[in-house]
């Protein structure tokens, strides 16, 4: 029994390890989905959503809408920061005054005076100090305070004195040394005793002292105090008021009333009940946004769909925006369109294409409608901004590009918030240019796509178009090295990446990619660069010397040591899938037929290229490209005849050795690709009518 019951667990746990290595691709895809659909909920404020939406100057659309509940109205924020304004007006300031230092002033300033005019009898003497005196004495009746302080004249001041109120004046009652200089002057000049300003002055400034002085904190409170009084509603709405009829023009007052409907609305406790409830509707919303996400993928997009690296690279740049979106709503509103959204689409099309990069956009677009203000608004701006990223922003690479793109996304942003803002508000008057502010700092954060693109390429192992434009630069140091060591080899990728970008171009491909594959399919020649034919330029052929199978084995050789090269020098995967797949399972025919003279019995798989076949449009066009490209050099009299026969023999025979059953073209792709051979190389050879002798 013990046996029965082990053997029958090994075989359970047999078939579960089974069932999750033959479905391990989707089973990711479903955890991904569901840490994904987690992440974005969370993020989300769950709470109840208002289920009306409205807007301020068009018809109400829905029907008459009665309060559901007693409710109060909520100033706008117009209204409320104007009574903020009004009451900070009228706010009294508060100075600390120090009243026993006027004493001491007094008493300092005679004991020099005396001892500067010892003869007090002298008439104009006298009348120096009684002047003097009096000035300083008006001057401290309310206080002299620093010239760093700067309030409006009629501004109400309270004098405190060891926090005691003393006295309550307007801030032009008091003085500072300026003042009490300027006074001094037109006294002196009225009893024409100028000629007494400049020591009476060294003395008066030697003792003054600034005796009030304005207490900030003291104030601050006040005015928050005096701010917290001020009520932020305007009366209340019973339950079953008609608030608004179906066709009525929202006007102000009403979007106040809506407005603060939807705040109370939201704002009020849910049950546990409802709360689990609108979690699970969140849930079910979010899933299905990424499960279209998967099923565009799967229909459109096979090849990214069984990626699952590309999948999650997509879905993260999705949960990127909603992240940082969310933040930015939990801080403040005023800022969501700060937010660089257009990143997204930018991204995708620099890595895969514009259809997928407007696609994920729009899923992504809506995703943050349930959390932005103005829903209807925000997705309006975004996905017309999204349209015009993919319409306008084509070769990233080229900088200048991404710059006019970025100008126009930035300019549509500001167009369109305009005309809305035309629509809520009737006019431009109140039009806030801190928004559009916004939208400038938007354009430019959109060039950050640059750099951004550098990390997601080192994190993803993905491949943009501005480091195919990198690596397809023939004085880099790996073509360097394979145009001084095989300089033949060198000279027929070149042939077979303008061959192969043509092709590329016919049919829709990645033109960009199959050059670059086709510059670096053949680098592996470097090992043994005079066993391959167009490096052999003194005539002489080391395969003389070696047997068939020694001679294939070395031409075999030149994929796994292209592969290794590239993998020394740092090569994406996708430009190393073009060095395997070049020749796909492929027989080496010349040296297979010798051996075949000898040995009847010749083993096959021993010619045979490893692999792996074509697997993409691009690495099927670099194949035929290849092959054509290096047999053209046998034909001893091209014509028009012999070009087609030739074309048409060698890419036949690959199609039926079936080198292209996985690759992702069509029998048309491959007629046209015939066609465009056909005419290059009938270019190449320069053939043309016979002329009479």
Request: glycine fraction near 4%; proline fraction near 3%; hydrophobic fraction near 45%.
């Amino acid at each position: 029994m013990y046996i029965y019951l082990k053997s029958t667990y090994f075989l359970i746990m047999n078939s579960l390890l089974d069932a999750w290595y033959r479905n391990h691709a989707l089973l990711y895809k479903i955890l991904l989905i569901a840490s994904a659909t987690f992440v974005v909920v969370y993020l989300f404020p769950i709470s109840s959503k208002f289920k009306f939406t409205y807007e301020k100057g068009k018809p109400w659309q829905s029907k008459n809408l009665y309060a559901p509940f007693d409710f109060a109205i909520k100033k706008s924020d117009e209204n409320y920061n104007q009574e903020v304004a009004e009451l900070k007006a009228t706010m009294p300031v508060y100075f600390e005054v120090d009243k026993n230092l006027s004493g001491n002033v007094l008493d300092n300033f005679q004991s020099l005076f005396l001892a500067q005019f010892t003869d007090t009898l002298n008439s104009p003497n006298n009348l120096l100090y009684s002047k003097a005196i009096d000035i300083l004495r008006n001057a401290y009746q309310n206080g002299i305070i620093e010239p760093t302080t700067d309030f409006e004249p009629k501004t109400q001041v309270i004098l405190l004195s060891d926090n005691i109120k003393t006295a309550e004046i307007r801030y032009q009652d008091l003085v500072t040394f300026k003042t009490v200089r300027q006074g001094l002057e037109s006294e002196l000049e009225r009893a024409q005793l100028t000629s007494y300003q400049p020591i009476l002055f060294s003395i008066l400034f030697d003792v003054i002292k600034v005796n009030a002085f304005y207490n900030e904190s003291l104030t601050e409170k006040a005015f928050e105090e005096s701010i917290n009084r001020i009520s932020k509603y305007r009366g209340s709405i019973a339950r079953g008021t008609l608030i608004v009829s179906k066709g009525e023009i929202i006007q102000d007052d009403t979007f106040n009333i809506l407005r603060s409907l939807e705040i109370e609305y939201e704002s009020q406790t849910l049950s546990a009940n409802s709360y689990w409830l609108i979690l699970i509707a969140y849930t079910v919303l979010v899933t299905l946004t990424f499960l279209m996400l998967l099923l565009f993928l799967r229909k459109y997009r096979i090849e990214i769909y069984n990626h699952n690296t590309k999948v999650t690279f997509i879905v993260f740049n999705m949960l990127l925006m909603v992240f940082l979106t969310s933040l930015v709503v939990k801080f403040n509103t005023d800022y969501i369109y700060v937010i660089p959204i257009c990143i997204l689409p930018l991204i995708l099309k620099a890595f895969f294409d514009a259809r997928l990069g407007l696609f994920a956009h729009v899923l992504t677009v809506l995703l943050l409608g349930f959390i932005v203000p103005n829903s209807f608004e925000y997705m309006f701006l975004q996905i017309i901004a999204g349209i015009v990223t993919i319409l306008t922003v084509s070769e990233l690479y080229k900088r200048t590009n991404l710059f006019i793109s970025v100008g126009q996304i930035t300019f549509i942003y500001l167009i369109a918030y305009t005309a809305f803002f035309a629509i809520h508000e009737g006019s431009f008057t109140t039009l806030n240019f801190e928004t559009l502010g916004l939208f400038m700092i938007c354009g430019l954060a959109t060039l950050f796509v640059q750099p951004l693109i550098y990390i997601y390429e080192k994190m993803f192992g993905l491949i943009s178009d501005v480091s195919l434009l990198e690596l397809s630069d023939t004085n880099s140091k790996l073509l360097k090295e394979l145009s001084n060591k095989a300089p033949g080899t060198f000279h027929h990728s070149l042939n077979v990446a303008n061959l192969a970008e043509t092709c590329a171009n016919e049919i829709g491909a990645n033109a960009m990619l199959v050059r670059v594959g086709a510059l670096y399919h053949d680098i592996g020649k470097m090992i043994n660069p005079t066993y391959f034919t167009e490096n052999q330029v003194t005539g002489i052929n080391p395969h003389d010397d070696l047997s068939p199978r020694e001679s294939a084995r070395i031409i075999l050789n030149h994929v796994i040591n292209g592969i290794e090269i590239a993998k020394k020098h740092n090569l994406p995967d996708r430009i190393i899938d073009f060095i395997r797949t070049h020749h796909g399972t492929n027989v080496v025919y010349y040296f297979y037929s010798k051996e075949k003279e000898t040995n009847a019995d010749v083993n096959k798989s021993n010619f045979r290229y490893i692999g792996p076949k074509p697997f993409s449009k691009e690495t099927a066009i670099l194949m035929m490209c290849d092959s054509v490209e290096a047999a053209s050099k046998s034909l001893k009299e091209p014509n028009s005849n012999s070009i087609n026969d030739f074309v048409e023999t060698i890419i036949n025979t690959q199609s039926s050795d079936a080198q292209f059953i996985n690759a992702d073209i069509t029998f048309r792709d491959i007629e046209t690709i015939k066609k465009v051979l056909k005419k290059k190389l009938a270019n190449i050879f320069h053939i043309r009518i016979k002329y009479p002798d």
